[in-house]
């Protein structure tokens, strides 16, 4: 019971945070770049032709690039299961976006909460059919592979115990009534958009998202018999972290939904936030715990991408610098301190490093967004404090929301089906007792 | 005859092969095998967390020898696998009933 009293705490407290701006801000800042259905109606084949791309960068994400930064992380008698998690959940999500995920999140707008379903099934778009100056169907399958992977992260909280069936009666519910409301009220007009709340490519639908399903589900589904990392391949790991990286040039400057300066900037952000967190990670580890460790090198950069994410399109190179310094390093201490202390077992630290750099991220982009970059934006220390608040409030709607509903989903999954591997299934490993094959055969 | 078991640091492996081959002795079974003794195990770092782990690589090389070559195998292995260090790891010699070539059938110090 303890740990469902933590988890009311938490909520509480991270709520309590938001409440008060509530009541003072109401200044309408313009929406994030992302939710801006601009009325142009002509096609542009540069911004079509870097969109494709994009969409493809960011499925890499997922297929192979998360299922590899995991299952290497993973026991070598869990390594399938692991990648099997992420592979499985981008086909579910790639299966229900088309008929219904997408006119959901981003449908006509109905009372700030939810899409209307007047596109089930994508009825009535067509290949003419443009959103901005891109075909709405790659602007369809771009957001589908955000969908994916947000719910694929949670997965590294809950691996080498969860039961395989369970993990997808969990994709297709949290998708379903998480995903897509988050995904709605940042960017498809609901009302975290209309009171202004800056995410450029996902730090609060995504990262904080998943990040608190992932705290939440870790707790709820108790900690493993063997409680430690014992990375079954570091090299996977590394190459997985590589194309997560390459992958979130897709995702953040994809962001701009077309070929442009805009894109560029996040371009640049992206690439710095991650090496500096990446630096960061090391120096910090190295002193405290006497070596700078290669998963910590690629921890690190993983961190300075999730937090970088909200603030990309919106912060200046400077901005991008301090984000990722504080990326390499609070992410460092949740996972190397904060962890251990509260005893959650969260596998592969997805709280820790997106929920934490979620939080971060989406926080100091309402501290660094800059004008000359993004007029749409104006954090802080250009002048406009209100944003801080606006972006403490989308966090901890999102915080709120994700952490109550995915207590829901896994307590009814744990009611119907069950949602742990037996004790004897988990000893032997979930490759074999849930998919019956082994990763190595040697 | 005798068997002696070594177990041995692995980046010693090559140097040890080469010393007992000079010798004359012709032939060994490697096996890669964990295990502690005094060294105990060590620690590996994921992410700021120690792991200790008891169960440390070595290398197992397994020779058969004729009772008059075994200090002389010994002192050899001595010589290369040693580093000064904790972990140098252990030579176990026990005496040895028989030696079958499974070829020709022959038995004894002839089929070693």
Known sequence: ?442 | MKKIEAIIKPFKLDDVKEALNALGIQGMTVTEVKGFGRQKGHVELYRGAEYDISFIPKVKIEIVVAAGMVNKAVDAIMEKAKTGKIGDGKIFISPLEETIRIRTGERGETAI
């Open chain 1, 1 to 442: 019971m303890k740990k469902y009293i933590s988890i009311i705490m938490l909520m509480a407290a991270v709520f309590c945070m938001g409440l008060p701006a509530f009541a003072g801000e109401q200044s309408a800042a313009p929406m994030a770049a992302t939710a801006a259905p601009a009325p142009a109606p002509k096609l542009d084949s540069g911004d079509t032709a870097w969109m494709i791309v994009a969409t493809a960068m960011v499925m890499l994400m997922s297929i192979p690039g998360l299922a590899l930064f995991y299952g290497g992380l993973a026991k070598t008698k869990d390594a399938l299961n692991t990648m099997a998690m992420t592979f499985v959940t981008f086909c579910i999500v790639s299966l229900l976006w088309v008929i219904y995920g997408y006119p959901l999140s981003f449908g006509t707008d109905i009372g700030g909460f939810i899409g209307s379903t007047e596109k089930l099934f994508l009825k009535g778009i067509g290949s003419n059919s443009l959103f901005g100056t891109i075909p709405e169907y790659i602007f369809i399958v771009y957001q589908l592979t955000f969908a994916a992977i947000t719910v694929s992260l949670a997965s590294g909280a809950y691996i080498e115990r969860m039961k395989f069936s369970a993990w997808v009666l969990f994709s297709i519910f949290w998708m379903t009534l998480v995903y897509i409301p988050v995904a709605h009220w940042v960017w498809g007009n609901g009302f975290l958009a209309k009171l202004g709340a800056l995410d450029f490519a996902g730090g609060t639908v995504v990262h904080v998202n998943a990040g608190i399903a992932a705290l939440v589900g870790a707790l709820v589904l108790g900690k493993r018999h063997a409680k430690a990392i014992m990375p079954g391949n570091l090299t996977l790991v590394i190459t997985g972290a590589g194309l997560l990286w390459f992958g979130w040039f897709g995702f953040n400057a994809g962001s701009a939904l077309a070929a442009n300066g805009l894109a560029g900037a996040a371009f640049i952000n992206t690439n710095t936030a991650a090496a500096v967190a990446a630096l960061a990670w090391m120096f910090v580890e190295w002193k405290h715990s006497g070596k700078p460790t290669v998963l910590g090198l690629a921890s690190g950069a993983v961190g300075g991408l999730v937090a970088i994410t909200p603030a990309a399109g919106f912060v200046n190179v400077t901005g991008a610098i301090v984000i990722g310094i504080a990326a390499g390093i609070v992410p460092f201490y949740a996972v190397a301190k904060l962890k251990p202390m509260l005893g959650y077992d969260d596998t592969l630290d997805a709280f820790g490093i997106h929920g934490i750099g979620g939080m971060l991220g989406a926080i100091l982009t309402g501290v660094f967004a800059d004008p000359a970059i993004n007029p749409a934006g104006t954090g802080l220390f250009y002048g406009n404090p209100g944003q801080l608040w606006t972006q403490f409030i989308a966090v901890g709607v999102t915080v709120l929301y994700s952490g109550i509903m995915t207590f829901i989903i896994f307590m009814v999954l744990k009611l119907v089906v069950g949602i742990r591997a037996d004790a004897d299934e988990e000893a032997a490993g979930l490759d074999e007792s849930q998919h019956g094959e082994r990763a190595y055969n040697n």
